[in-house]
């Protein structure tokens, strides 16, 4: 289990505006744990980050990590499902004694619902035991740990109403898909390096309902165009 490096700043993610001051008390959090246990004030031991597919979670959480100047811990929830019984609780053990032993630190754990559904949906035992797991590790952090848990789902009505309790995923940060001006920057900011000539308002008009990730694809794929032409 080894950390992953990430050079993912809040400056190359546009279209987050709105979260970003809560993403950055998050930072402080990490940096600065002192200025609030001071005063007595509990560390969030999660946040759980919503939104539909490709609006930039996963660089969201590597940003967040790279700004704290923290290791980052990447996993995705299916990683954690196995055919045999215990297997998944074994890693989830196993990675909260890593990140433990080099915290201040961040876990990531991408589309947290493959483990996270609620119980008795589909009687899924190594699904349950490894949840069950999760909730035992995140109670185990105490009100000074320097372990943050950051989730990303677009299901949260799926999750068990457990992972959902205060005291576990305490921050919920909604990202949402990109307004006009959204669109715009994260255009500018994909079209940096290369050879355009064209109205980039026009096309943040033309591209109503796009995410980041296919605002990116269709750069990518207008470059190979015009390079095949």
Known sequence: IEPTTTDVKFSDIAGIDEVKSELTQVVEFLNKPEKYL?????????????GPPGVGKTMIAKAVANEADVPFYYQSGASFVHIYVGMGAKKVRELFSVVKANSPSIIFIDEIDAIGKSRGVSGND???????ELLTQMDGFDDKSTVMVIAATNKIELLDEALLRAGRFDRRVYVELPGLEDREAILKIYLKDKPFDGDVKEIAKMTVGFSGAALASLVNEASIYALNR
């Open 126 to 132: 190594e699904r349950e035991a490894t949840l069950n």
């Open 38 to 50: 001071k005063y007595g004030v509990s560390l969030p031991k999660g946040v759980l980050l919503v």
